[in-house]
């Protein structure tokens, strides 16, 4: 075990004002590191302004710090007075190790912030936001190119911003600099997934930058009732997808193939919070009269049911996932699983399911009506194997590797200090 005991963890937002995979880990990471008896502490943004104290239902701590606007018009003085807060909560608190899980809301200064105290640093990269402010690269019904021009950036942004070509060009050119900075700081930069990181190594923003695979720990749910009956026509096929509702976890092309598919063969279950409104609209005029069921938010407690409620289980991303616990958590719930055939989910599907073209609804119609014309090939899929998962303590094994590894550059690079 490394020697540092006090870590910070920090991260673009907490529950409860959201919960998403990075939020999910981070809670799940900094419990399991207070059992083995490390003292972690959590940092998040918040529009609530900044606070600190007990995490709820955890005995460790979590800090706030005000929401910063990533589009500022000053963002050089922001993020000085951003740093100079960081600085003084890692003096207060006795942080012996950062570890930056996202930046979002906190500002391209958390590596900059602990490097001035001497500190060591190990940065994960969950997603694309050090290249992309909108975290996915994907923009247009498509995923970006790892060499996109800045100006095809300016026009994407300028869409939904709306500030003006003149205004959000100087800005993402700042950004671009400062998150390079972070990044070249940082004493380790782990991905979570070797496909992940052949990706990141693509990116200009990550070029010339050692990357590290620390994989992921798998989420384990246990599933609450008996599994559902082998499914027979002539009863429709109960298909469930769940997570937050937002287009580019595109559950247009799972209605897309349902549609083409015999009437009244496919029912289709949402589960998960309604995140654009204009998209469930839109998905619901384009299958008048269709069985798409919203069923909005839902709990670990629910969850526990879908494999007793549900036959299958489809999660047709059109973002270039880099973990997924949804994958996980299908596993774990005993559903037959069909995913793209693009990002980290794949690495762990096994013989649970089959993987359809990415973005492709004709060929994810195809493996339906598969499904169709032979049921059985949904028992096969329950009994298959599944590919390998990272256990919660070889994950922990691997990070404190890690921590070791991000003191012992800490202190090449200032001699001795506190690493």
Known sequence: MSSARRILHALHSFPPDS?????????????????????????????????????PGHAWALHRLTFLDPWSQAQSRSTADRRAELVGLLERERIELL???????????LVSAARSLGLPTVVTLHDAFISCPLFFRRRWGRLCEPEQPLSLCVRCLDELVGAGPESIAPALDWRNGAYRAE???????????DDQRE??????????????????????????????????????????????????????LLVEAARSLPPGSVEIHHHGPILEPEYRERLERSWPGGPLHFHGPFGPAELATFGARYDLAVHPSLFLE??????????????????????APRERLGGRGALFRFGDSADLARLLAGILASPGQLEGWRRGVPGPR??????LKRLDGFYALA?????????QGPC
């Open 19 to 55: 919960r998403g995979g990075i939020e999910t880990y981070v809670e799940l990471l900094a419990e399991a590191q207070s059992a083995a008896g490390l003292q972690p502490q959590v940092l998040a943004a918040s529009a609530g302004g900044p606070s600190s104290g007990p995490a």
């Open 99 to 109: 570890h930056v899980h996202h930046w979002h809301g906190l500002g391209p200064c």
């Open 183 to 193: 990044l070249e700081a940082a004493d380790v930069r782990l991905c979570l997934a």
């Open 199 to 252: 990706h990141l190594r693509r990116l200009p923003a990550l070029a010339g930058l050692e990357l590290e695979s620390a994989g992921f720990p798998a989420r384990r749910i246990r599933p609450v009732g008996e599994p559902r009956e082998t499914w027979r026509p002539p009863r429709p096929l109960q298909v469930a997808t769940w997570g937050g509702l937002v287009e580019g976890k595109g559950l247009h």
């Open 322 to 343: 880099t973990y997924g616990f949804t994958t996980d958590e299908a596993l774990d719930l005993g559903l037959p699983l069909l995913i793209p055939d693009r990002g």
């Open 390 to 395: 990272l256990d919660l303590q070889e994950h």
């Open 407 to 415: 003191r012992t550059r800490c202190r090449e690079r200032t001699g």
